[in-house]
C-alpha cells in the first residue's frame, strides 16, 4: 500500500535548523509531485514548498531563503531542510505527493511536529 512516513522534527530554538525526511513506498515517485505543508494550532493547513518532478522548485514567501525542498527519486525520499527556524514555523508538518493526470492521486503522511521554542 501506499506509505508516505515523516521524520527529523522534533524541538528546536529559533534560529536553529532540522531536516525532514520523508520516505515514500507504493507508488512510482518520481511520477509525482512533491510538497511539504503544515499546520498549526488554530491554522488552516498550508503549503510550505513544493517540488515537481522536473526539480522546479516553489516556496511559501515566509519560509524562501530559509527552508530548501530536494527529492532523490533513488531513495523515494524527499527533504525539507529548515534553516533559522522562528517561533511562526512550529507547526505539524506533512508530506504529500500528488499527480493529476492522467489520473488524479493525492497521498498525504501522519505527520511530524516541529516545535521551535526557547
Known amino acids: 500500500q501506499v506509505q508516505l512516513v515523516e521524520s527529523g522534527g522534533g524541538l528546536v530554538q529559533p534560529g536553529g535548523s532540522l531536516r525532514l525526511s520523508c520516505a515514500a513506498s507504493?507508488?512510482?515517485?518520481?511520477?509525482?509531485?512533491l510538497s511539504w505543508y503544515r499546520q498549526a494550532p488554530g491554522k488552516e493547513r498550508e503549503l510550505v514548498a513544493g517540488?515537481?518532478?522536473?526539480?522546479?522548485?516553489n516556496y511559501e514567501d515566509s519560509v524562501k531563503g530559509r527552508f530548501t525542498i530536494a527529492r532523490d527519486d533513488a531513495k523515494n525520499t524527499v527533504y525539507l531542510q529548515m534553516n533559522s527556524l522562528e517561533l511562526a514555523d512550529t507547526a505539524v508538518y506533512y508530506c504529500?505527493?500528488?499527480?493529476?493526470?492522467?489520473?488524479?492521486?493525492?497521498?498525504w503522511g501522519q505527520g511530524t511536529q516541529v516545535t521551535v521554542s526557547s
Open positions: 504529500n505527493a500528488r499527480r493529476r493526470l492522467p489520473n488524479y492521486y493525492d497521498y
Open positions: 507504493g507508488f512510482t515517485f518520481s511520477s509525482y509531485a
Open positions: 517540488i515537481t518532478r522536473a526539480g522546479t522548485t
